[in-house]
């Protein structure tokens, strides 16, 4: 009987992916140094050390953790990106039956696109901006593929087709800048799956994506998951994504695994305390920002408040330090203010006619998609941009131009910042600005100021690159703070930060605003972070305010269509709840 019952049994399948004893160690050049730590000429920085996992075909792992704690080099590891930069690796790597440290050129590129391909967080540098994106697209899969240049662009167009693009036998003669960033993202989707491997590795491939969109693609990824039996690995920093997205865990601190297990069990329950660190960074869409303040941040370190949350409200509350219950003027204000682009029937209205207004002391949230308008406000309200018609005043006063006191913190701290002029020099230009021309003072005053956001003064000759993305978006907060601004425009501060990251430069700026009394408008995509860092929130689509109120009566009754839309789309902690929100959203397009 048991002879009989073991010959049924199916034999045992091999893992997909099998990880054993991993470490990395990149030379000092090559891996970048942070400002203090060590190495020098001709030593090593470990990035990797000791990671083991193993991943079975049609299952889904996420490795989530800070930036720098390792998992994009493991990702990279398993395509053997790192063959040839001067890295050095041990242990075992094994996926899809080659083993990748031995593999030759030509081994590796059978592997990659074939039996595993991967999916990066910037599609924009992924893509050839010359080229159309099914040319692209069919010239991977040539690689790969004995076919006529006819069918790999007919395969082009059915990847693009299956992904969601729109007409995609037309759209795939369209090159990347005419894609929106979600039209991209799933460009390289298509891409990735042109060879049909078995294996789907994405790092970070919804971080700069709004909510709604975000949704989409985390909805195509588990569709061709349930479809194809793709497995798939999610690299991510947020920790909502991978719990919408996978079934098991590996939580990664310097180049550490601290802890591993299914998404479900792991995220009720969390053991290491890192992993708790983490969860208690993440932004909640259903707390209060009062409850959110309560919350403990971190290793924020110097600069942040003692006992600020993770998601402090930035502003004491509408009357809070000349808010809006306050009888003086509005810092800013802006009357039906209309905003158009291009010429003709080319005219494109990005904001439409929009009021509102912004008090001492007081934070407003403005939020939406992709192309709702939001920055094209913030760049008006700072006097970036001139109105087509309506008013901005400043005080009560109409506003030409950038007028002194106000300054703006722009999403991308290394385009904002010359990366060949130290940050001192960089946050000094205000002051120059404003006829400062003592050099001593100057740098005192820098200095002061890199204290004030948890830096440190010896940091004035330091170059951009040798800063952690967090610390930059420090030094951009620090250059505005430098002119002693009444009014600061935050446009996507933190929507390219990991949580605690996020977690800390939000305390930072809620200790800032109750110290000072600043007016912050905080543009985002990001719904938890606008919810727990604004005192009202204004939501943007089509150029047009659809509706705008005290936070949290906003995000707990919301009374507009596009706002529930929205907060659906929010990623949920809860994979039960994920799931079912999932299947709302699939019934709905039905």
Do not use: W
Request: aromatic content about 2%; hydrophobic content about 45%; glycine content about 14%.
């Amino acid at each position: 009987m048991t002879n009989a019952t073991n010959r049924t049994k199916a034999p045992k399948q091999p893992p997909l992916v099998e990880v054993d004893g991993l470490t990395v160690d990149f030379p000092v050049g090559a891996a970048g140094k942070r400002p203090g730590g060590p190495g020098g000429p001709g030593q090593y920085v470990r990035a990797v050390d000791g990671v083991s996992f193993s991943l079975a075909a049609g299952a889904a792992l996420g490795i989530v953790g800070e930036s720098g704690s390792g998992k994009s080099t493991v990702a990279a590891a398993l395509l053997g990106l790192h063959h040839g930069t001067g890295a050095r690796l041990s242990g075992s790597v094994c996926v899809a039956g080659t083993d990748v440290g031995a593999a030759g050129p030509v081994e590796l590129r059978a592997l990659r696109g074939a039996a595993a391909a991967m999916v990066f967080q910037d599609p924009l540098g992924s893509l050839d901006p010359y080229q159309a994106v099914g040319d692209q697209i069919a010239e991977v899969y040539r690689v790969h593929a004995d076919v006529s240049r006819r069918a790999a662009r007919q395969r082009a167009a059915e990847v693009l087709d299956r992904v969601g693009i729109p007409d995609a036998a037309r759209r795939s003669r369209a090159r990347p800048h005419e894609f929106s960033g979600g039209m991209r993202q799933r460009a390289l989707i298509a891409m990735a799956l042109a060879c049909e491997p078995q294996l789907l590795i994405a790092d970070e491939p919804t971080t700069a994506l709004d909510v709604t969109v975000q949704a989409q693609v985390l909805d195509l990824l588990h569709g061709l998951r349930e479809e194809r039996g793709l497995a798939l690995l999610l690299v991510t920093h947020d920790v909502g994504v991978a719990a919408e997205s996978v079934d098991g865990l590996l939580v990664m601190r310097d180049g550490h695994v601290v802890e591993r297990g299914p998404t479900a069990g792991l995220l009720a329950a969390p053991h290491h305390p890192y992993t708790r660190e983490l969860l208690s960074a993440v932004p909640r869409i259903d707390a209060p920002r009062a409850a959110a303040a309560a919350v403990g941040l971190p290793g924020a370190g110097a600069g942040a408040v003692a006992g600020v949350g993770a998601g402090a409200g930035v502003g004491g509350g509408a009357g809070a330090g000349g808010g809006a219950g306050s009888a003086e003027a509005p810092v800013v204000e802006a009357f039906s203010v209309r905003r158009e682009f291009g010429r003709g029937k080319r005219r494109v209205a990005a904001v439409g006619g929009v009021s509102l207004a912004v008090r001492a002391g007081e934070t407003l949230g403005i939020v939406g998609e992709s192309g709702s308008g939001k920055s094209t406000l913030g760049r008006m309200l700072v006097g970036l941009l001139e109105p087509s018609s309506g008013q901005v005043r400043h005080h009560g006063r109409e506003a030409q131009g950038v007028v002194p006191g106000v300054q703006m913190v722009f999403q991308d701290p290394v385009s904002s910042l010359n990366p060949r002029r130290s940050v001192g020099e960089s946050i000094a230009d205000p002051l120059r600005a404003a006829g400062e021309r003592d050099g001593a003072a100057i740098r005192a005053r820098v200095g002061e100021l890199l204290v004030r956001v948890g830096l440190e003064a010896a940091h004035y000759d330091r170059y951009p690159h040798e800063f952690s993305g967090g610390q930059r978006q420090r030094v951009g907060i620090a250059r505005a703070l430098a002119p002693q601004p009444r009014l600061i425009v935050c446009d996507e501060p933190v929507s390219a930060l990991d949580v605690t990251t996020q977690a800390q430069v939000t305390a930072l700026l809620a200790e800032l605003q109750r110290e000072l009394g600043i007016a912050l408008v905080f543009i985002a995509h990001d719904l938890a972070v606008v919810r727990q860092v604004s005192d009202r929130v204004a939501v943007m689509r089509g150029g047009l305010v659809v509706e705008e109120g005290p936070v949290d009566e906003v995000y707990e009754r919301p009374r507009h269509a596009y706002t529930r839309q929205l907060l659906a789309a929010v990623p949920a902690l809860d994979p039960q709840l994920a799931a079912r929100r999932r299947t709302a959203r699939q019934e709905a397009l039905v």
